[in-house]
């Protein structure tokens, strides 16, 4: 049973609607209780770190979503903003965030001395994705194939080998990062088409 949480940011539904088109069971988790029966989560995200972080600590989730992420290692699934969530904190805000990854949500910056000027921020729109590493999310996903981006953050990770893909962007940005059961993609699956869908089959396979 996937378990898609909803604390006030991200398009529930626009996932919910996906695993019904796979007939894969799922349930929107906005209360403690709602975790019953969930072997899976996914933690989705729009707008400001900070904001996100407010809300998810202040809708009473934030103990049980940690407990089964840390201690019963259910397999999650941190989406934009749901992913920079998963790391130490943010260069956008000032609270701190979940903890899970050892990483720092940072602007993309860009070098002078590869553009001639900034590419525009946020970066929004269709981009391919380079892969690093085998990961279980990657499964029939090929790095030529693109993906909805919507970000002018990006996780950077202290440890290298938990990113399983990048994109580019003028810069290069962490795209799909995995460390045991904690996964997370910057990219928006649910508005991703074709390779959307294999990632979130994928997902729920896990």
Not at 67 to 84: A, R, S, T
Not at 131 to 158: G, M, V
Not at 178 to 186: D, K, T, V, W
Request: hydrophobic residues 40%; neutral net charge; proline residues 4%.
């Amino acid at each position: 049973m996937i378990g898609i949480l909803d604390y006030g940011v991200g398009n529930v539904q626009a996932f919910g609607n996906l695993y019904s088109e796979l007939s894969i069971p799922w349930k929107v988790v906005s209360n403690v209780s709602d975790f019953d029966h969930v072997t899976h989560i996914i933690l989705p995200g729009v707008g400001s770190f900070d904001y996100a972080m407010t809300l998810l600590d202040e809708s009473g989730l934030r103990k049980r979503l940690d407990h089964l992420v840390l201690n019963v290692k259910i397999p999650v699934l941190g989406v934009c903003i749901g992913m920079q969530m998963m790391g130490k904190k943010s260069e956008e805000g000032q609270l701190s965030g979940l903890g899970w990854l050892d990483a720092t949500s940072r602007r993309i910056e860009f070098n002078p001395e590869d553009h001639l000027k900034a590419l525009p921020l946020p970066h929004m729109g269709w981009n391919t994705i380079k892969i690093r590493k085998p990961s279980s999310l990657l499964k029939d996903i090929q790095a030529n194939e693109y993906f909805y981006f919507l970000h002018s953050y990006f996780l950077s990770c202290n440890d290298r080998n938990i990113i399983m893909a990048e994109a580019k962007y003028g810069a290069t940005v962490t795209s799909l990062v995995q460390q045991e059961n904690i996964y997370g993609i910057q990219q928006h699956p649910e508005k991703s088409h074709d390779a959307g869908i294999k990632l979130l089959r994928n997902f729920a396979s896990i």
